[in-house]
């Protein structure tokens, strides 16, 4: 009997439980007390657990303060690390690259005469005369002084007129120069045919071309015009004239250094075309530089005398660049803007279909500062209807004109000083660059000399032509060949470059391990203590989330009281009817 009833409470009880989680709700027993003091006696963090479990005053002193330096060392610590991770910096790593097919530069070749003398017919009479050298001191003076009737009527836009100094008069300048820049303003002028026809024809310059031991002629150059020397073409510039489109095109690659294994040109340098006020030396300009990138070789090219041979070594040097954020500042990649985007910040993009470099940025943000100061446009650069100008057509600064003169130069000054100004060019994400050495020697060499001469006597050209023209061409073409001609070879030195990569310094591995590191070694901490600061957090926030409902859980209570006295009635009840039953 004892053990039927011992089975009957069990079932009964099981049954009360279970309708008790149904109606009351699971609080915590523990006060925020002893859950703080249950952590700090199991946490792994030691400074806390030697701070509470210390019998002494002094050593729950000492060591509290121990914990509160250590934390407060560990923010210092933290707070620069985030610092640094947030900076971005940068490290530089160097490797040298083999390339077995490395991509050849592009080699621009110009003549140091702009204009051929037997074209300035095109120009108008006073500029012809002053060319010449035969205008008379009442015409150069009228040239010089060419301005407009009314000075103030210049519309300088954003340039005060009381800050040129107008008694600084243009005629001060330097004739040679001043006829240059004259030439230059009228120059632009022209149409763009009109242009070319004055300057140095390919047909007349190149004699002889040869690309890794094999004949190019004139198609495999690119013809552009540049205001100091005229006509200048472009090798391997990766761009093409299709139809009456200008296309990108496979640029040209080599497998071997040497000389053989590269470019080698023979040029005719026409000194009988030379206009004195414009080139008063004689020989070629030569700017190696990456494929679709403008060439400045006023700016980076160097001269190459006739009677010469120069070898020009190349070294490709090669850059790579991290955008934002690292270091706090961005490089440019052509493929995150479209073209009237570039074309905004490279003007020379659009007016020749080159690609993004800085030089080009640099040299139109100048231009716009000229245009917006004097309403009128440098005659070095592009700036008549294109987007880095709206759209818009403006006139060319005239060097004789002594407002514009004097505006343009404020320009310059503007620009180069430490003012701000609205330009952004910002670097290449990717840069190439090409390290030249040259070497020279006299050309040709005086055995050469009569088989060249007779190679070119036959030849349809300008240079031909000359030849054939001499009264006595073996004693005269000789002198000819040592004035006028010129050989240069470009080729690659070696085909290992250098490569010089931007990587991130401080990434998020480096962050979290050091911010691990900080904590272990000050307050003992590791992932799994932070863990138990969560629980921590946790059994908090549920104490007082109980807390909150503790209302309700009184009136749970004193029905569950009510319900206890009614449950140990039914108890009664049964075991006692049980018994009856069993007596029976």
């Excluded at 120069?310 to 073209?339: A, H, M, N, T, W």
């Amino acid at each position: 009997m004892t053990i039927i009833n011992d089975k009957i409470y069990q079932n009964f009880m099981m049954k009360e439980k279970k309708d008790e989680s149904s109606v009351c709700l699971d609080t915590s027993k523990k006060s925020p007390k002893e859950i703080l003091s249950d952590f700090v006696q199991t946490t792994t963090a030691h400074g806390f657990t030697h701070a509470y479990n210390s019998k002494t005053l002094a050593g729950k002193v000492i060591w509290s303060l121990l914990c509160v330096a250590a934390i407060i060392v560990v923010v210092i610590q933290v707070s620069t690390l985030l610092s640094t991770f947030f900076k971005a910096p940068t490290d530089v790593k160097i490797k040298v690259v083999f390339d077995p097919d490395v991509e050849f530069p592009a080699v621009t070749i110009c003549n140091l005469n702009p204009a051929r003398k037997s074209q300035i017919s095109l120009l108008d009479k006073g500029v012809q005369q002053m060319l010449n050298g035969t205008a008379e001191n009442d015409d150069k003076l009228q040239l010089q002084n060419r301005t407009s009737h009314d000075n103030s009527s210049n519309d300088v836009s954003s340039y005060e007129l009381e800050n040129i100094e107008l008694s600084e008069q243009p005629t001060n300048m330097v004739t040679e120069y001043l006829t240059k820049m004259t030439f230059e303003a009228t120059i632009v002028d022209m149409d763009e045919k009109t242009r070319r026809e004055i300057g140095h024809q390919l047909e007349d310059l190149l004699v002889d071309c040869s690309w890794r031991g094999r004949k190019c002629n004139v198609s495999d150059f690119k013809l552009h015009n540049n205001l100091d020397y005229g006509n200048c073409y472009t090798f391997n510039s990766g761009l093409k004239m299709i139809g009456n489109k200008l296309m990108k095109v496979e640029k040209k690659t080599t497998n071997k250094p040497s000389p053989k294994h590269g470019l080698s040109l023979t040029l005719y340098i026409e000194q009988d075309e030379y206009i004195p006020l414009l080139a008063q030396s004689a020989g070629i300009r030569l700017s190696v530089h990456p494929p679709r990138i403008m060439p400045f070789p006023e700016d980076t090219g160097s001269t190459i005398s006739p009677g010469s041979q120069v070898d020009v070594g190349v070294r490709k040097f090669e850059i790579v660049r991290q955008p934002l954020p690292y270091d706090g500042s961005d490089c440019f990649d052509s493929l995150r803007l479209s073209d009237e985007e570039l074309w905004e910040i490279n003007s020379f993009s659009q007016a020749f279909n080159m690609s993004y470099d800085v030089k080009g940025c640099q040299k139109t943000c100048y231009q716009k500062l000229v245009v917006e100061m004097c309403q009128c446009g440098d005659a070095e650069y592009p700036f008549n209807n294109l987007a880095a100008f709206q759209y818009r057509n403006y006139t060319v600064c005239q060097p004789d004109n002594k407002v514009q003169a004097k505006c343009v130069e404020h320009a310059m000054k503007k620009f180069t000083s430490n003012s701000k100004t609205s330009c952004y060019c910002p670097q290449s994400c990717r840069d190439v660059q090409y390290l030249t050495s040259s070497t020279s020697s006299m050309w040709p060499a005086d055995s050469y000399k009569p088989q060249l001469l007779k190679s070119l006597f036959n030849r349809d050209s300008s240079l031909g032509e000359k030849i054939r023209s001499l009264h006595n061409a073996q004693t005269e073409g000789p002198e000819l060949i040592r004035k006028n001609m010129v050989k240069v070879n470009v080729y690659f030195q070696e085909l290992n470059y250098e490569r010089i990569t931007e990587v991130p310094a401080y990434e998020e591995a480096n962050l979290l391990s050091d911010i691990g590191g900080a904590m272990g070694l000050w307050i003992g901490m590791s992932v799994l203590t932070l863990g138990e600061f969560m629980l921590l957090i946790v059994s908090l926030i549920r104490h007082i989330v109980t807390r909150m409902i503790s209302g309700g859980t009184r009136v749970v209570a004193s029905h569950r009281n009510s319900d206890l006295n009614t449950r140990d009635l039914n108890i009664n009840m049964v075991l006692g009817g049980t018994a009856k039953t069993l007596h029976k």
